[in-house]
Every structure is written in structure tokens, then in C-alpha cells.
């Protein structure tokens, strides 16, 4: 069965994308967005040969091996330009691990990117916007007690201030957002000693902004 986590990622592509799933491990969320009809193929791939085993297996068993095809290696090392892809869907990896997977040949092929980081968001906004790319949806969800955020990048140009690429252009609009980053930040105080006056000074105004912010949603 599907998680919620990986089924909020489906709304975001098109039936003309061509998707590549990098770091697709047991292949659940593209074994449904071809069930749903959602994609007609894709191609998925996995840097562990276990890992991708395990989407092997679960393709087959759903048979859908002539709809969806695997592919062993690196990021977007495993694609040539014939295979004609323009999407790329990453999600349960490390900020650190897809600004790597982007520093590619092949990304100047790629017009969309759906992502699911587990951290430094950030730094991904920056990275993917100062290569020519816009953020086009942005959402946060809870699954199992933890939270997720998932973040679209189209490419294309747009300016963002400071904040926007720190909390994110739609995420700080966003209620659920911003009380997940109060606490986030409340958390920290709460562990930072009172002669740290400089630290916990900085917290205590992030946190006032923050929710200024969510005053004026
Ligand atoms: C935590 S799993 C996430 C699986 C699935 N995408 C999900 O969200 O449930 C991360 C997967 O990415 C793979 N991976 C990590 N670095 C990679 C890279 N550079 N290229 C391709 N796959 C990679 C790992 O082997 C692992 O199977």
C-alpha cells in the first residue's frame, strides 16, 4: 500500500511528462502513477542494486515491467539524451545528494522537478532557482508522526526575496507551515541556556516574525 507521503507527490505531473524517479527504491509511487493512469511509462532508477531489486520485484508483480523501465546507476548518469526525459521526481533523499545529482550533462534536458528533500530546503531553493528555475507548488503534509515537504520547480525565471528562499514562496503563506517552523524553532530555545543571550535573541525575533506572519494569513 501506498503511503499518504508518497501519494501527495502524484498531483503534481501531467500526463505528457517524461519522468525519471531517481532513487525510486521499491518503485510504490510510480507502480501507482501508472495505475492511476496518472503517467503512461517512465523510467525509475536506484544508485543500490538491492534497493532497485526491490522495485524490479514490485514492477513485475504489478506487471507493468514494459511500462515502467529500471535502470541501475548514478542520478541522471543513466540517462542519454534519446531517452527524452523532462521531469524528475526525487523524493527521501538529502539536500546535499540531489545538488550533486543535478551537477549533470543531461539536466540542461530538464524542464520539471518534483521533490521531496528531507532537508537544507533552503539551500535547494537556491541551488534549483539560481539555474534557471521557478517554484511553482510547495506543500506540507504529516504521515506517521513526521512531516514532509514537497517542493515543484518549473524551469523558468522569477525573483525571490531573502524569505521566500528560506521558508519558501508558498510555504510562507501557509499556516501549517509556519506553526511546524514556531515549534521547530520553540524546540531549540527551549534547549539553548539563558547566558546565550545572542543566540536565543535571534530565535526569540525569528520567532515573533513568524508569527507576525501567520497574523496577517
Ligand atoms: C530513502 S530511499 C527513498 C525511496 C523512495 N523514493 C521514497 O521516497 O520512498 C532513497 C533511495 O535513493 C537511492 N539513492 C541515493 N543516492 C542516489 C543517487 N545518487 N542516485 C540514485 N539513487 C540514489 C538510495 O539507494 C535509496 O534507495
Known sequence: M???????????????????????????????????????????????????????????????????????????EVLKTSDDIDTMLISGMGTST????????????IKKMVIQSNNDHEILRSEIVNKGFKITNEDILEDSNKTYINIVFEKGNSKYNKNEIKYGPFLIKNKMYLDYRIDYLNKILNKIPNNKILIRHSLKKEIRFLNKLKKNI
Not at 544508485?47 to 532497485?52: D, F, G, T, V
Not at 514492477?59 to 507493468?64: D, G, P, R, V
Not at 529500471?70 to 541522471?76: A, F, K, Q, V
Open 2 to 76: 501506498i503511503s499518504n507521503r508518497l501519494k501527495s507527490l502524484a498531483k503534481y505531473f501531467d500526463k505528457d511528462d517524461k519522468v525519471i524517479d531517481i532513487g525510486c527504491d521499491h518503485a510504490l509511487l510510480d507502480i501507482y502513477l501508472i495505475e492511476e493512469g496518472i503517467l503512461k511509462s517512465m523510467i525509475v532508477s536506484d544508485i543500490h542494486e538491492k534497493a532497485l531489486k526491490q522495485g524490479i520485484d514490485n514492477i513485475k508483480l504489478h506487471k507493468l515491467d514494459k511500462k515502467i523501465e529500471t535502470r541501475l546507476g548514478n542520478g541522471l
Open 98 to 109: 540531489i545538488v550533486n545529482i543535478i551537477e549533470n550533462d543531461y539536466f540542461k534536458n
